[in-house]
């Protein structure tokens, strides 16, 4: 499973993307302002990892062993789905989801945002 470090390293290679600690130290990783990953809540060194995804992929997932609807943000029905527990995702499926989830929240900016941040081709 993944770590707090291959997790920042690879959202922070994410274009754009800016990381904050919040709601109780989370990593917590943006693009425009705009959540696309949270990284926190654990006791180990593998932190429950939250993403947000297509409702396809959200209804595929929901009901995997180690995943779940991720709590409050799908409650509120976001499409927001946590790793939480094994065997949940390996790593390179867990980085495809958290680099759609990126897609989706730039998909979310202004036009004038995106160029701004160089992000029109995403």
Same mark, same amino acid.
């Given at each position: 499973?993944?770590?707090?470090d291959?997790?920042?390293?690879?959202?922070?290679?994410?274009?754009a993307?800016? #990381?904050?600690?919040?709601?109780?130290? $989370?990593h917590?990783? !943006?693009?425009?302002?705009?959540?696309?990953?949270i =990284?926190?809540?654990s006791?180990?060194?593998?932190?429950?990892?939250?993403f947000?995804?297509s409702e396809?992929?959200?209804?595929?997932l929901k009901?995997q062993?180690?995943l #779940?609807?991720?709590?409050?943000?799908a $409650?509120?029905g976001? !499409?927001?789905?946590?790793?939480?527990?094994?065997? =949940?995702?390996?790593?390179e499926?867990?980085?495809l989801?958290?680099?759609?989830s990126?897609?989706?929240?730039?998909?979310?900016l202004?036009?004038k945002?995106?160029?701004e941040?160089?992000?029109?081709?995403?």
């Open positions: 499973m993944m770590t707090y291959d997790y920042d390293a690879f959202c922070a290679s994410l274009p993307a800016s #990381r904050v600690v919040q709601w109780g130290g $989370a917590v990783w !943006k693009v425009g302002g705009k959540v696309f990953a =990284g926190g809540w006791k180990g060194d593998t932190p429950f990892v939250t947000k995804c396809i992929a959200f209804e595929m009901e062993p180690g #779940r609807p991720a709590p409050y943000l $409650a509120r976001g !499409k927001w789905i946590q790793m939480y527990d094994e065997p =949940g995702l390996n790593n499926d867990l980085q989801y958290i680099a759609a990126h897609r989706l929240a730039v998909h979310k202004t036009r945002l995106r160029a941040l160089k992000l029109e081709d995403i």
